[in-house]
């Protein structure tokens, strides 16, 4: 009787199980092959990539009290100094400059009326400088150029990391307010691409070589000068004793 008692046991089939380990398998492969094309994405584009999935918050930068501004000047275009500087939005020295010594130009020399200030751009760093450059001549358009300016420095984090992209260009013209539709055709159209390749020239043509490079009364001035340096210069030029050899 023990016999037909083991024959009447019904007979498990073990089909469905199987079927269910191989989906449970299967699944787990192409999640895994989902996070590995994702980490691929984040080893190969980088920190643009980062910045579009984790968006950072844009700071507007304080903003410099500057008297008489035009375009991508600053001062008394009559004043008896003037400066040019050549710079790369992307270059830490020129944000050094502009944190440190700027500041103290405007207030004593800019406005007071003693010197005339001109930035032109000098992208060499790379491609995002060229766009920042021509994204901060689009700004001037609406008489933000400075505001602009200051933005990008204050926003920097690094040479070629995603700061100055077109999106986080656009970004950067709606926290100051700018006209959105007017600053992207702008950019999108590349209507400032021939200024900056012109700055660019003349930079070449004058013999910059590196950037922060300033033009004091004509006299080539390299590196991100202490306010006490570049104070004697001024000075010196103020008095006429501005000797053409320095830089």
Not at 39 to 58: K, S
Request: hydrophobic content about 40%; overall charge negative.
């Amino acid at each position: 009787m023990i016999e037909d008692q083991i024959q009447n046991i019904p007979v498990i089939d073990e089909k469905p199980k199987r079927k269910w380990v191989i989906w449970l398998a299967a699944g787990g492969c192409a999640v895994f092959l989902c996070a590995a094309v994702f980490i691929g994405a984040l080893i190969i584009l980088g920190p643009e990539i980062v910045q579009n999935f984790f968006p950072t918050d844009v700071q507007v930068a304080e903003e410099l009290p500057r008297d008489v501004t035009q375009s991508n000047t600053m001062g008394d275009p009559k004043a008896p100094v003037y400066i040019v500087e050549y710079g790369d939005y992307q270059c830490p020295f020129c944000l050094k400059f502009w944190s440190e010594t700027e500041p103290q130009l405007i207030a004593e020399y800019v406005n007071t009326g003693k010197v005339y200030f001109e930035y032109r751009t000098y992208p060499i760093i790379g491609p995002e400088s060229f766009t920042a450059a021509e994204g901060s001549y689009c700004a001037g358009d609406q008489g933000k150029f400075w505001e602009f300016h200051d933005t990008l420095f204050t926003n920097w984090t690094g040479e070629n990391v995603g700061d100055f992209t077109q999106d986080k260009l656009i970004q950067y013209a709606n926290a100051l307010n700018l006209n959105a539709a007017e600053f992207e055709s702008c950019l999108s159209a590349e209507k400032y691409k021939g200024r900056v390749e012109q700055d660019k020239a003349q930079a070449e043509a004058d013999g910059v070589h590196a950037t922060p490079t300033l033009f004091i009364n004509g006299v080539k001035v390299e590196g991100a000068q202490p306010f006490h340096a570049l104070k004697q210069y001024i000075e010196d030029a103020l008095n006429g004793n501005l000797n053409t050899e320095n830089g």
